[in-house]
């Protein structure tokens, strides 16, 4: 904190104090306050009082008092003891002085004189050096303030004196004006001199910062150097630092203290040295980041390659997290296959009151004989739908010139073990019990048993064992049994290869038609159904149902049984689709007399091209039955098993 000495203000920063004297305290604008006199420069104002009202000097306790309290030294004959504190911005001194008479052992060559700081001719070479030692030590405490202590051989303080300047006033002009007062006012110092040496005075010392009186020199020494370090939060970090060192070094030899650099094991002297030691580390390690743009390349190159890592490891654990979505998805994620998300849909209907316990009880162990059996308990399959549907052809649909219709086919839907999963197997259902009421395929298929779902997964995994597919094998790792996992058109290729039953397997890989329709899939369907029906006709009848089996049609997410198509009077083709997904309640439907129900459910049944838009479409179509040699030709082929693409 910084004090004018002019009115007293009290400001923080330097820059701050310059701006107040010149704005608040102009050159020439100065005026004594024991007169009227104004409108002086400062040195004009202090050679003034001086000179005009030296009798109120001395009564007013040794010192001509101007605005602020400001007090003159005079020059002193007696040997002194004095501390000055030095601003080097603001040149503000702050001096204790103290004197003793001949009689306690004066050394007079050992005298200086205190006005402006400046050393008589009588000082000795020693005490010299001694004041420029200790002023350079302290030459940079506190922030541009220093110093500067100057102790006699023998002298003892018997008095305190204070002086400051105008920042503005130069010291040489101080110091002449103070030894032009000091010729016309012998008198006046010899007063102050004898009011200096009264006992009233020895003992009495007040702090120039605060409003401490001390009863001895030194103690007031050692006080205002600790307003120094806590004007410095630099010098007070490093005492904090150097604590422990100075009271470790205290009991050396010599029995002075020493001080130990917390970055380096340099021991200084004294705390002066210490803090200009730990400045010096501070400005060259500054100085050395300032001018080493390598650091800043080392530091940019780090927080890069933090970043890319950080950013691998965030791709890495969305990766995991996708992966298990899909494992989820697909049913290979080990939550268990038909058997036991069957087990918990029951379990959740009797916790619901949906189903009774003893019902409960009973269904579980009717799938657990299914189970162990392999066959189907057919409570999901409804039979007759495709005589139901020629019968309505032949009474209803005028609006169709053509329909063909599959082999008999029946319906089967999903249960509750296999919801949201197992379309595929139920297809596969659907495509067996057709080709077992086909002659050719008795000889390769065991008649009016269809395997259920679990045992559907034993078949093709040993179609894998066979070395049909290897790729789709290592797919599922080998295994399907006990899982959800969903199944596409090569497992059902596989899968009939390993009965003996030959397939194709088509792939309409990309739309045919405005609107990501597929034409040319529909024309395929048509050509697949009316081949056999048109051999030998001249007029092929309105309604034909064929004796081919159905088509298993995959696309991504589902996979249905195409059973028939419709050619309208305007040539456009609608294909009949059994959706596994669609209840035992609807399909039945199909078998009731009632007209417009039956219309109803064939509604449901039909697709037009705008209403199958998938981008990608696959067919699994049955041809035959094949011979043993043709079934280990075809194992060899699947090694690298490669669909029809269409076109």
């Known amino acids: 904190m910084l004090t004018c000495e002019v009115c007293g203000e009290e400001l923080v920063l330097e820059e701050d104090m310059k701006t107040h004297l010149l704005l608040s305290h102009p050159e020439n604008d100065m005026g004594c306050t024991l007169c009227s006199w104004s409108g002086v420069a400062n040195d004009e104002l202090h050679f003034h009082i001086n000179t005009t009202h030296k009798e109120e000097q001395g009564h007013d306790g040794g010192g001509a008092e101007g605005r602020g309290g400001h ?210 580390h501070l400005d060259y390690g500054t100085a050395t980041s300032a001018v080493s743009p390598g650091s800043d390349l080392r530091l940019a190159r780090r927080l890069q390659e933090e970043e890319k890592q950080r950013r691998k490891e965030q791709e890495a654990k969305r990766e995991a997290e996708e992966f298990k979505k899909l494992q989820r998805q697909f049913g290979v994620d080990g939550r268990g296959g038909y058997r036991k998300q069957m087990e918990r849909t029951v379990e959740k209907a009797v916790s619901r009151g949906v189903m009774v316990p003893a019902h409960f009880h009973n269904k579980r162990d009717e799938m657990m004989e299914a189970l162990a059996s392999g066959v189907d308990d057919g409570r999901t399959r409804t039979q007759g739908v495709l005589g139901a549907l020629y019968v309505y052809y032949q009474r209803e649909a005028r609006d169709c010139v053509h329909v063909w219709l599959s082999a008999d086919t029946d319906h089967y839907c999903s249960s509750e073990g296999d919801k949201g999963w197992g379309c595929g197997y139920r297809n596969f259902q659907m495509l067996l019990s057709s080709l077992q009421r086909m002659e050719p395929y008795t000889t390769c298929l065991s008649e009016g048993s269809v395997p259920s779902i679990p045992q559907v997964q034993v078949l093709i995994e040993g179609a894998w ?161 094949l011979a043993p040699v043709e079934k280990q030709t075809r194992i060899l082929n699947s090694r690298t098993l490669q669909a029809e693409r269409i076109p």
């Open 71 to 280: 007090s003159l030294v005079r020059p002193s004959s007696s040997p002194t003891l004095t501390t000055t504190i030095v601003d080097n911005h603001s040149k503000q001194a702050i001096g204790l002085s103290r004197s003793e008479g001949s009689e306690r052992g004066v050394d007079n060559g050992n005298r200086f004189d205190t006005i402006g700081g400046g050393v008589s001719p009588r000082t000795s070479n020693s005490t010299l050096e001694s004041k420029e030692k200790i002023t350079e030590a302290g030459g940079e405490f506190g922030g541009g303030r220093a110093v500067a202590i100057v102790v006699s051989t023998s002298s003892v303080s018997t008095g305190f004196l204070r002086s400051a300047q105008d920042s503005s006033r130069p010291t040489s002009r101080h110091c002449n004006a103070e030894e032009s007062v000091g010729v016309g006012s012998a008198e006046h110092t010899k007063v102050k001199q004898k009011r200096f040496s009264s006992p009233l005075k020895e003992k009495r010392f007040s702090c120039p910062m605060c409003a401490l009186v001390c009863t001895d020199a030194f103690i007031l020494q050692e006080h205002v150097e600790l307003h120094l370090l806590e004007e410095s939060p630099a010098e007070e970090a490093v005492l904090g630092a150097t604590s422990s060192t100075e009271a470790a070094s205290s009991s050396n030899s010599s029995g002075g203290k020493s001080y130990e650099c917390p970055l380096c094991s340099v021991v200084c002297g004294d705390c002066y040295s210490l803090q200009e030691h730990v400045e010096l």
């Open 465 to 625: 064992r066979e070395g049909l597919d290897p790729q789709g094998a290592t797919h599922f790792n080998q295994r399907l049994q006990g899982t959800r996992a969903w199944i596409g058109a090569t497992e059902i290729y596989a899968l009939c290869t390993s009965l003996r039953v030959s397939a194709r397997v088509l792939d309409f890989h990309q739309p045919t038609g405005p609107g990501d329709t597929h034409p040319r899939l529909f024309d395929w369907v048509k050509q697949y159904f009316s081949q056999t029906a048109t051999r030998g006709a001249r007029l092929p009848p309105r309604v034909v149902q064929t004796t081919q089996p159905p088509l298993y049609l995959q696309h991504q997410g589902h996979s249905r049984s195409i059973v028939g198509v419709e050619q309208k009077k305007n040539g456009s083709l609608c294909l009949l689709l059994l959706d596994p997904g669609c209840t035992p309640g609807d399909v039945r439907k199909l078998l009731s007399q009632d007209g417009s129900t039956v219309s109803t459910a064939v509604c449901r049944m039909r697709k037009f091209p705008g209403n199958l838009k998938h981008r990608q479409y696959q067919v699994v179509a049955v041809e035959g039955v």
